[in-house]
């Protein structure tokens, strides 16, 4: 920038004008002359005067900003940091510039190919060296070589001076991008950009990175290496431009988890399985920051909130491990993305039982409760899933018996007190009864509440209830276990299903004395529970979504659902011959059981099942000891019966005849009037060879033809008139007027038609 002049000089052959020397004339000089504060202050002092000026000369603020930038190298060079730093602020350096001698901060924010506008002087006397190591390293050589021995590099006192001068090179640099940011912000001279996402990589861009992008991700790096928690979670809790791809291995390595979690919230869906993992190594102990105090719920609430299928069932198999009923909770509310109806039933179930499978491994009781969810909440029949089912709940059941030894005894003193009572009973009455409470009543009444106990009722409730499960095989796992008898109930029940009355009938009515379930299971056509006894032991037992499915259309107590009538009908009812085929059975086991309780329960199921029962079937069976007043109540009403069915029949037999006799009467005249034609019965014989009459053959050769009459209303031949189509009116009134007489034979025997009724 060229000078004014105020003095001239006129000589003989020229005019010469005095022009003082220009600022940056000045400034080169004094940084030539290595006097470096003298520069600075000069620069100063100008900056002063053109900030009390009212207007601002662009020429002049573009030369301030050059000097400072070349001042602010030279103090760069000489490794004197802190001076270095305020000359570049002053002279508004491009911090691309700057940061670019710093390798292990700029990452790959920079490209080869990216240019920065710079003053032609200010990049001659940048330094030649690639990095502010190199600076450092040139200067301790410069400065202190050959006095260090061996070397400046290997010298311990020349490595603790690189060190602290490599500290104010940082210093220098974050305090450098501290103050720009904050004038940027403050001048708006970042409104144009928009928050980098995520997946922002450096490289590959088509276009570089902003100024503020490189501050923020610079800065983000520096508080992380230096441990500024407090002023790394302002910059990112504020508007940042943060480049994630950058800081993530640096998080990482200096510990700063929760602000690498605070970036992949801010950084979208995208970033939510890397977001799981970091909470996942802090759940595990792999990672610690005291700065997350519950990894495990924030995991929960993003899961639920996210409701992304895929990751949801692989983080809470995951999570089953840790919470098993957390990872169960989160599988149990998923909602198929593809909701309404399901259009791939069979693919569903192939995914739920890989899902099942996994779940099993990572945790058993996760993956039985997952399985309960199949089938109470998702209502699959499959046979292998009810199976399974089926197998944990028995297993369940063993186990406890095998781990306990006091369950073992407990449960035996609660079955030998049941059918103790039964048996006391029957002695002290014999024609009481049998007890209005089954076994399945006494034992979940009489029995504390502990998990062994609504374990059983669980499998009880499930074996009874399901139909598709296989329980041969559950009765395999019980035998294997030698538990037969101590669980006699559930063995029932699985007799009952296999079809083996006779074993299922024996088990109720001679081993656990359960006459009420005995007979219900007749009734029933082989079950062993009644649905109402069942839904007041689940509604007891808390499993009130289990109605619905084992026995549908019942009513809930607590429940607002409405149940249309003919969904109540779900209750079996069982055809008369299955019932009596089943008490017949019921009735060979107390008569083949020798104890004096069954021959007792044999004689009241015979007295209160004489409807069900035959009386010869019955008579055939009983043994001949037996007294006969034992009997007198089944045969008087056995025989009233069969005298009622027998006078019934014939009272309606009789009404028949009546009606018939009575359209007969009404048909007469209508016939009779309307004519008929009478063919005769054909005259000829059968054919020698084949014996079979030709009936078409014979009407062709016109032979023996077929007689037919006319018969018109009021000319009827005389050879007809005697025929049995006009005798059957006098024969209609003879048989009506016998049927008065009888009838009047049965008034004079007190029979009358009052008594008919």
């Not at 009404?655 to 034609?677: C, D, F, H, M, W």
Request: proline residues 4%; glycine residues 6%.
């Amino acid at each position: 920038m060229s000078s004014s002049s105020h003095v001239l000089l006129i000589g003989t052959n020229s005019v010469e004008s005095l022009v003082p020397s220009s600022l940056i004339s000045q400034v080169e000089s004094l940084l030539g002359g290595h006097r470096l504060e003298d520069a600075f202050n000069l620069a100063d002092s100008r900056r002063k005067k053109l900030e009390e000026s009212i207007e601002v000369d662009e020429d002049e603020t573009e030369e301030l900003r050059y000097i400072y930038q070349r001042i602010g190298f030279q103090y760069f060079t000489e490794t004197l940091f802190e001076d270095a730093g305020n000359n570049f602020f002053n002279g508004q350096l491009d911090p691309r510039v700057l940061v670019s001698y710093y390798p292990d901060l700029r990452g790959n924010l920079f490209d080869d190919g990216d240019n920065v506008d710079l003053f032609a002087g200010v990049a001659e006397h940048m330094p030649k060296e690639a990095s502010v190591e190199d600076i450092i390293a040139f200067n301790l050589v410069r400065n202190y070589s050959p006095h260090l021995p061996p070397n400046t590099r290997s010298a311990p006192t020349s490595s603790e001076l690189r060190r602290i001068l490599q500290e104010r090179a940082v210093e220098m640099l974050e305090n450098f991008l501290k103050k720009e940011r904050r004038r940027r912000i403050a001048m708006n001279l970042d409104d144009n950009l928009e928050e980098v996402s995520s997946d922002s990589k450096g490289k590959g861009k088509q276009e570089p990175h902003s100024i503020r992008v490189i501050i923020d991700t610079v800065l983000a790096k520096l508080y992380a290496r230096s441990e500024k928690t407090s002023d790394l979670y302002d910059l990112l809790l504020s508007s940042n431009f943060v480049v994630l791809s950058e800081v993530e291995e640096v998080f990482k390595s200096t510990g700063q988890y929760n602000a690498l979690c605070i970036l992949y919230q801010k950084g979208g869906d995208v970033n939510d399985e890397k977001l799981l993992e970091v909470w996942a190594k802090i759940v595990d102990g792999e990672w610690v920051d005291q700065d997350i105090p519950d990894p495990l719920l924030q995991m929960i609430s993003l899961l639920t909130s996210k409701r992304d299928k895929a990751l949801t069932q692989r983080w809470a198999i995951w999570l089953t491990k840790r919470d098993p009923e957390a990872g169960i909770r989160l599988l149990t509310t998923l909602r198929d993305a593809s909701a309404g109806r399901r259009k791939k039933d069979r693919m569903n179930l192939e995914n739920d039982m890989d899902l099942l499978r996994q779940l099993a491994e990572a945790s058993p009781a996760a993956g039985k409760q997952y399985l309960e969810h199949i089938i109470f909440q998702k209502r699959t029949n499959s046979k292998e899933l009810h199976t399974r089912f089926a197998l944990l709940c028995i297993d369940e059941v063993l186990q406890y018996l095998n781990e306990d030894e006091a369950i073992s005894k407990l449960w035996k003193a609660k079955t030998s007190s049941y059918t103790a009572s039964a048996t006391t009973k029957s002695q002290k009455s014999p024609q009481l009864l049998p007890s209005a409470s089954s076994f399945l009543s006494h034992f979940a009444s009489t029995t504390p509440d502990s998990p062994s106990k609504r374990s059983r009722l669980r499998a009880i409730l499930f074996l009874s209830g399901s139909q598709f499960y296989d329980p041969a095989s559950v009765k395999v796992n019980i035998e294997k276990a030698s538990r037969g008898k101590l669980l006699a109930l559930e063995s029932a029940v699985l007799e009952g299903k296999l079809g083996n009355h006779k074993s299922a009938l024996y088990i109720l009515a001679c081993e656990l004395r359960d006459a009420l379930s005995a007979e219900a299971y007749c009734s029933l056509g082989g079950d062993v529970i009644p649905t109402k006894v069942a839904i007041s032991i689940a509604e007891g037992a808390e499993l009130r979504e289990w109605i619905d499915v084992l026995f549908p259309g019942q009513p809930v107590k607590g429940s607002s659902k409405v149940v249309p009538p003919q969904s109540l009908e779900y209750s079996r009812s069982v055809d008369g011959t299955t019932k009596r085929d089943l008490l017949k059975i019921l009735l060979e086991v107390y008569l083949g059981d020798e104890s004096p309780i069954s021959s007792e329960r044999a004689a009241q199921l015979i007295n209160s099942q004489a409807m069900n029962l035959d009386v010869l079937t019955v008579i055939s069976m009983v043994p001949p000891s037996w007294p006969l007043p034992s009997l007198s109540s089944f045969l008087s009403r056995s025989f009233r019966r069969i005298t009622h069915q027998k006078r019934e029949g014939e009272i309606a037999k009789n009404i028949s005849s009546g009606q018939n006799l009575e359209v007969k009467e009404l048909t007469y005249e209508p016939v009779r009037e309307a004519g008929a034609l009478l063919e005769e019965e054909l005259q000829m014989e059968a054919d020698p060879v084949t014996g079979e009459y030709d009936e078409k053959k014979l009407n062709g050769d016109g032979a023996n033809p077929a007689s037919v009459v006319e018969i018109v209303p009021g000319q009827v031949p005389t050879e007809i008139r005697d025929s049995l189509l006009f005798s059957e009116k006098d024969s209609t009134a003879a048989a009506t007027s016998g049927l008065d007489d009888d009838i009047d034979g049965l008034h004079g025997h007190g029979h009358g038609r009052d008594n008919l009724r």
